[in-house]
């Protein structure tokens, strides 16, 4: 009588919507520099579709999976580790709406007040999660951010050029609020207990995302209006990027996985609203300096594409479940 040893199967986590959502803030980036003249149009509607197609692949993939999991759905959104990047998908599904306005505006406000709605929701639902288990302190990380604090303050951007302003100030203030009280609360961890393992590391990098995403989000709101609280942001965005300089040496013995695309989006966010202060300063040669952010950006996530195809390839890059 043969017998079968039951081998993990690999499968579609959570964190790996880092990818669409990386690709959505490259998108996002290059929207801006059409915007203000310095890239052609086309290149951020191709990664807006290139994105969309990325995002479906991995829902689709995702939620035939989940329920075939040990606990199901209410196993995936109370995990520890993994819970909070479930909000990425509602949260990419927004900035896909932001890169369908320009073509076709009342589609784009519909998609976007659906995904906007889900991600409140699931951003309370989580939230509600926490206090009602309870969080080990030594588990928290950076992705604790996404739901309420990414949610809101990408739902800023998002309904700023749908024209629905009194309801970006909401979202601002859902972001910034949770950001203060969620953030503090990461941050404290980060200093006071051991670091995090090494394959929640690049988490690190979703620091530097919120004063960005906050400085765009305000931007967004007052119309490129530079004042002191947008400088306030902009210095705030300044110390993150030089504290990410300093984990550098960190990030630089991690071994290559689905967790290092935590780096990209903030990283795209950084780039954007760098962008937005090129051309506030015009600077000498500010186009010079405008494209070589974006080139940059652009080299980063091509160098992470690249590196998880071959993954893929070899058959190392999905994890394994049990």
Request: charged share 10%; net charge positive; aromatic share 12%.
């Amino acid at each position: 009588m043969n017998t079968r040893t039951a081998q993990p199967q690999v499968g579609i986590t959570p964190n790996m919507f880092g990818i669409s959502f990386a690709l959505a803030g490259l998108a996002t980036c290059w929207r801006y520099a059409a915007i203000v003249g310095v890239a052609p149009a086309l290149v951020a509607d191709v990664l807006f579709i290139v994105t969309a197609v990325v995002w479906l692949v991995l829902v689709v993939g995702y939620v035939s999976q989940v329920p075939r999991r040990p606990g199901g759905w209410r196993g995936e959104l109370a995990d520890p580790v993994l819970a909070p990047f479930v909000s990425l998908i509602p949260i990419v599904g927004m900035l896909l709406a932001t890169g369908l306005m320009p073509h076709a505006l009342a589609a784009g406000r519909w998609v976007f007040a659906v995904f906007a709605a889900a991600a409140t929701i699931l951003a309370g639902w989580i939230t509600g999660q926490w206090i009602v288990e309870g969080l080990d302190l030594d588990r928290l990380h950076s992705g604790y951010i996404l739901p309420a604090v990414a949610g809101g303050l990408i739902g800023a951007i998002g309904a700023a050029p749908a024209g629905w302003i009194a309801i970006a100030h909401a979202f601002m203030g859902l972001g910034v609020v949770s950001w203060l009280l969620i953030g503090s609360v990461i941050m404290a961890r980060l200093l006071f207990r051991p670091r995090l393992p090494g394959p929640m590391t690049p988490t690190l990098a979703i620091e530097v995302a919120p004063p960005a995403l906050a400085g765009l989000g305000y931007l967004a709101i007052t119309h490129g209006r530079v004042d002191a609280f947008a400088l306030a942001l902009g210095g705030f965005t300044a110390l993150a990027v030089l504290v990410q300089l300093r984990l550098i040496p960190v990030y630089r013995r991690l071994a290559f996985g689905p967790a290092f695309w935590s780096f990209a989006f903030p990283y795209a966010a950084v780039a954007t609203f760098a962008l937005h202060w090129i051309n506030y300063g015009r600077p000498v040669g500010y186009a010079v300096w405008a494209w070589v952010v974006l080139l940059a950006i652009t080299a980063f996530i091509a160098v992470l594409v690249a590196k998880t195809t071959a993954d893929l390839a070899r058959r190392t890059f999905l994890p394994r479940l049990q």
